[in-house]
């Protein structure tokens, strides 16, 4: 079993920033790719990044590249999401998520992660 705990999010101005932080615990954080996804009122859950379980590689929703960033510290069991020049649009539940599988590969489907947290909400007021 692995609990993630997501917080940092917020209420912001369009064009701020924020940096959401999920913290893992339960088995061996670093074996373990990560990702972020968001859910918006009405829409469905959307792929935002992933991170492998050594930090290597990362990958981003294409709309998304250049302004989110997605970081791990394996020593403190965290994963991040800086969020730079917010819009509106960005508006949503934030969730951090993990799979069951050690070394996984990293993906953007919502179905190859099985932990997930309860999320962080984040407002970008215009």
């Known amino acids: 079993q692995v609990q993630l705990v997501e917080s940092g999010g917020g209420l912001v101005q369009a064009g701020g920033s924020l940096r959401l932080s999920c913290a893992a615990s339960?088995?061996?954080?670093?074996?373990?790719?990560m990702a972020w996804f968001r859910q918006a009122p009405g829409k469905e859950r959307e792929f935002v990044a992933t991170?492998?379980?050594?930090?290597?590689?990362?990958y981003y929703a294409d709309s998304l590249k250049g302004r989110f960033t997605i970081s791990r510290d394996n020593a403190k069991n965290t994963v991040y999401l800086q969020m730079n020049s917010l819009k509106p649009e960005d508006t949503a539940v934030y969730y951090c998520?993990?799979?069951?599988?050690?070394?996984?590969?990293?993906?953007?489907?919502?179905?190859?992660?099985?932990?997930w947290g309860q999320g962080t909400q984040v407002t970008v007021s215009s």
């Open positions: 991170i492998s379980w050594s930090g290597t590689n990362t």
């Open positions: 339960g088995r061996t954080f670093s074996r373990y790719t």
């Open positions: 998520a993990a799979p069951d599988t050690y070394y996984s590969a990293t993906s953007s489907r919502p179905s190859s992660y099985d932990y």
